[in-house]
């Protein structure tokens, strides 16, 4: 992503090269994915959007340290950090445990906890949602 699409998509489309106006979003593997890329690159993403995923407290605290021990900066580069799950997903217990590690830490963050399981009607109602709030 970092080395292959925003280089190709800043090349070849008129974008606003900055963090500032870069958001990263992704759901299940994807949302766990997108967290590891914004956490690991906050220079590169102000705006993150993690739909039924999570990282674990323990790979916050061993990878991404700095988010947590620094929550007066993560919270002035974070313009967006937002979380949802269902709470029938397979994912719940762990995104919870993740909502509560944010919390503990004192960064800022928007969730969304809707009905339903790990399924792209829940993904869908995230997108619709977060999507509204990117960029403001």
Known sequence: M???VIPY???NYRTLNNRENRAIGGFSRGGG???RAAFGNMDKFAWVCSYSSYLSPTE???NFSQIG???DVTNKQLKLLWVGVGDEDFLYKGTLEFIDYLKAKNIQFKSRI???GHTWMNAKQY???TAQLLFQ
Request: hydrophobic residues 35%.
């Open 2 to 4: 970092l080395t292959k």
């Open 9 to 11: 998509v800043e090349k």
């Open 33 to 35: 994915q997108t967290l």
């Open 60 to 62: 916050m605290d061993r």
């Open 69 to 71: 021990t620094k929550a």
């Open 114 to 116: 809707s009905g339903g």
């Open 127 to 129: 997108l619709a949602e």
